[in-house]
């Protein structure tokens, strides 16, 4: 009912009239009791909407992950080394080379084998040792760092909280020094290795991998688990 010289669009909304808030939570609801859908808060929302991880983001974080996980390898592998011989192997590169376990049984190191091989093949000619202790070291850690990246990519994709990054030593353990480096000729068979050499490059490889997944998760864009914007 309309006052005289009062427009219609004037007149005050009864108080008992559900706002336009008030109705949506009401269809929400009718929604969730007819289809049994359970819709997320808002903040939920807008959480899922910035765990989204943009692919670079998730290369990074890897790839410097890969990077301290290999010089802990370094470390690692050369205090296993002085605990057995209590004589280091003697390589252009030192510890940083991290191949004691090769160089304790062939007195060759595959880093160096690759620089080398890389050298011959781009600039016609073998490196200087003073040049090999700079190029080895590099081909270890960009090895390292670009098998990070590729596993933070996954990761960002696969995101589990359990996960501590022992699966990414093994893995890496397993394909890489123990089938792809006698492969590519870069190290002997490993089936002339003795056992304790396995051992060690396999607790190397696992320091690798937990450091690796420890710094990547730290540094990630998002480490938790992504929250879906409509939960059944």
Same mark, same amino acid.
């Given at each position: 009912?309309?006052?005289?010289?009062?427009?219609?669009?004037? *007149?005050?909304?009864?108080?008992?009239?559900?706002?336009? &808030?008030?109705?949506?939570?009401?269809?929400?609801? /009718?929604? /969730?009791?007819?289809?049994?859908?359970?819709?997320?808060?808002?903040?939920?929302?807008?959480? +899922?909407?910035?765990?989204?991880?943009? @692919?670079?983001?998730?290369? +990074?974080?890897?790839?410097?992950?890969?990077?301290?996980?290999?010089?802990?390898?370094?470390?690692?592998?050369?205090?296993?080394?002085?605990?057995? /011989? &209590?004589? @280091? @192997?003697?390589? %252009?590169?030192?510890? #940083?080379?991290?191949?004691?376990?090769?160089?304790?049984?062939?007195?060759?190191?595959?880093?160096?084998? +690759?620089?080398?091989?890389?050298? *011959? =093949?781009?600039?016609? $000619? $073998?490196?200087?040792?003073?040049?090999?202790? *700079?190029? %080895?070291?590099?081909?270890?850690?960009?090895?390292? +760092?670009?098998?990070?990246?590729?596993?933070?990519?996954?990761?960002?994709? #696969?995101?589990?909280?359990? $996960?501590?990054?022992?699966?990414?030593?093994?893995?890496?353990?397993? =394909?890489?020094?123990?089938?792809?480096?006698?492969?590519? $000729?870069?190290?002997?068979?490993? =089936?002339?290795?003795?056992?304790?050499? #396995?051992?060690?490059?396999?607790?190397? #490889?696992?320091?690798?991998?937990?450091?690796?997944?420890?710094?990547?998760?730290? *540094?990630? @864009?998002?480490?938790?688990?992504?929250?879906?914007?409509?939960?059944?």
């Amino acid at each position: 009912m309309c006052r005289r010289g009062v427009p219609v669009t004037s *007149i005050p909304s009864s108080p008992y009239e559900p706002s336009s &808030r008030a109705r949506g939570r009401r269809n929400r609801t /009718d929604l /969730d009791r007819q289809f049994g859908l359970q819709f997320a808060p808002a903040s939920d929302v807008r959480h +899922a909407r910035s765990a989204v991880v943009r @692919p670079w983001m998730a290369v +990074a974080a890897g790839a410097v992950g890969g990077l301290a996980g290999t010089l802990a390898m370094n470390y690692a592998q050369r205090l296993w080394t002085l605990a057995a /011989d &209590r004589h @280091p @192997p003697e390589s %252009a590169a030192g510890e #940083h080379d991290a191949r004691d376990w090769q160089e304790r049984s062939e007195h060759q190191n595959s880093n160096e084998l +690759a620089s080398q091989y890389l050298a *011959i =093949t781009f600039l016609h $000619r $073998r490196l200087t040792h003073r040049e090999l202790a *700079i190029a %080895a070291p590099v081909v270890h850690f960009a090895f390292g +760092a670009t098998v990070a990246a590729c596993y933070g990519l996954w990761a960002a994709t #696969h995101q589990d909280t359990r $996960r501590s990054g022992a699966m990414l030593g093994v893995v890496l353990w397993l =394909t890489a020094d123990e089938v792809a480096m006698p492969l590519m $000729r870069l190290s002997g068979p490993t =089936t002339e290795r003795r056992w304790p050499l #396995h051992v060690q490059s396999f607790a190397a #490889h696992l320091v690798y991998g937990v450091t690796t997944e420890q710094v990547r998760r730290a *540094i990630a @864009p998002c480490s938790a688990e992504r929250r879906p914007l409509l939960a059944a």
